[in-house]
């Protein structure tokens, strides 16, 4: 549980920054080049418009970015990431007032800030600094609810004492009414005061894995109550979460997604993504059925939910408004991580999820995982049949979803898969991509609606 720790006060129009006579951490003072592209990558997202939540912070809020967690949080929905590395209260202040939150109108701010000025400021000079920040969020953003985190522990040091006498002040700046404080810090200590390590990486500063998940699950509550949504739990599955699935084909695929125009998307593992592959593969029947369309394939070789998420929520998506998004997903679930037939459905759900998140407008055909294994024993074929029941509900539940089970079209009467359709009993060939083809075909172009393709 965290502690809000609560305490009245003025908070008045900003007009500290123009002083000549103000400490540096309380001015407005732009920051380096280093940053300087991030700011106008940012002041574009914000020109963008229809953002709930803003995280301004340091390195610490920037770098959470590259974390799972932060995808399993604040991928599906509308967040703005302002932090920045380096940052002291003053480049902060000059970012607020230089374009990241023109025209915005956020239901939450999360503030936490501090820690670079304690290498040359006085505590005094910081507290000022944070205060200004908040005035300038009140100015601006004047509906918006401000939580102010306490500056995060550190190594120990002088620089860490600094920290300490600042977080014993931040309760003045909060009125329990547009501002409130919230100190999770006693979290990351152990009994003697130190960090717990687990929570950081080695330099005692920048958080783990486990630090930022510590962070968000605690902010979570607070999220969801604005949000008006019911809260995430905070120790799902694997499948659920959002995991880093980055390289050269990511970046292929965000440029291609880029050109536009994608009226059908196709989002898988390797199944899918052998669709692309000359020889006895999928290209021909690719070309025949989906090269008119102005298709996209999204599907990844080893491809799981988790991965799924996070290249969703990363680029391969933005600004497409397809008709129909074709999903199959989860056989790497189950035959590569062994996970729980109700963790890999909960992944699905969670891949629906984002889809509907990020291309609201699209139908989504759901397809049942693809038989595996020669015979209907088949441990892992087993495994992904129990995932298959679950998914006419999953679909029911979700709207604009529909699920479509074509995998009686792969077996003969007994349920034993042909070595001619799926040579290595998991991946189809050309004759195998046909088949799938052939009986999507009547319900793709149902949603499409366009001619089925003969």
Request: glycine share 8%; charged share 25%; hydrophobic share 35%.
């Amino acid at each position: 549980m965290h502690k809000i720790l609560i305490a009245a006060v003025g908070l008045s129009a900003l007009v500290a920054s123009a002083d000549p006579g103000r400490p540096m951490a309380a001015k407005s003072v732009r920051p380096n080049e280093w940053w300087h592209q991030r700011h106008i990558e940012k002041v574009a997202e914000a020109k963008e418009g229809d953002v709930d939540i803003i995280l301004i912070g340091d390195s610490i809020t920037q770098y959470a970015e590259r974390d799972g967690w932060y995808g399993y949080y604040f991928g599906n929905r509308k967040v703005l990431n302002l932090g920045f590395g380096g940052d002291g209260t003053q480049q902060v202040l000059w970012r607020l007032q230089n374009g990241e939150i023109d025209g915005l109108n956020p239901k939450l701010v999360s503030v936490m800030i501090g820690t670079n000025n304690a290498r040359r400021n006085t505590p005094e000079e910081i507290v000022l600094g944070i205060q200004d920040i908040l005035n300038e969020l009140r100015q601006r953003l004047p509906e918006s609810k401000v939580v102010l985190f306490s500056i995060f522990p550190r190594a120990a040091g002088a620089e860490y004492d600094t920290v300490l006498a600042v977080n014993k002040r931040l309760t003045e700046l909060a009125d329990n009414q547009t501002v409130f404080h919230v100190d999770i810090n006693d979290q990351f200590l152990n009994p003697d005061g130190s960090p717990k390590a687990e929570l950081y990486y080695k330099d005692l500063l920048h958080l783990s894995d486990k630090g930022y998940h510590l962070w968000w699950s605690q902010l979570e509550p607070i999220v969801s109550l604005v949000l008006g949504e019911k809260p995430l739990p905070p120790n799902p599955p694997r499948a659920v979460q959002s995991h880093l699935r980055g390289g050269p084909r990511h970046r292929e695929k965000v440029a291609e997604c880029a050109e536009g125009g994608h009226q059908l998307v196709f989002v898988g593992d390797s199944i899918t993504h052998f669709w692309e592959r000359e020889g006895d593969w999928g290209t021909a029947v690719w070309k025949k059925y989906y090269g008119c369309r102005k298709a996209l394939n999204l599907g990844f070789g080893g491809d799981r939910t988790e991965w799924v998420n996070w290249r969703l929520q990363n680029g391969e998506v933005k600004g497409l408004n397809p008709k129909v998004v074709v999903l199959m997903i989860g056989t790497n679930n189950s035959g590569v991580q062994n996970d729980r037939p109700e963790d890999t459905l909960a992944g699905i759900e969670s891949n629906l999820r984002t889809i509907r998140h990020h291309l609201p407008q699209s139908k989504i055909l759901l397809l049942s995982i693809f038989p595996r294994g020669e015979t209907p024993d088949d441990p892992l074929r087993v495994l992904n049949e129990q995932v298959n029941q679950g998914l006419p509900t999953l679909a029911e539940r979700i709207p604009n979803v529909v699920h479509l089970n074509i995998n009686d079209a792969f077996l003969d009467e007994k349920g034993v898969l042909s070595r001619e359709l799926m040579p290595d009993l998991l991946h189809p060939n050309a004759k195998g991509y046909q088949v799938w083809a052939e009986a999507m075909e009547p319900t793709l172009s149902e949603l499409l609606g366009d001619e089925p393709v003969k």
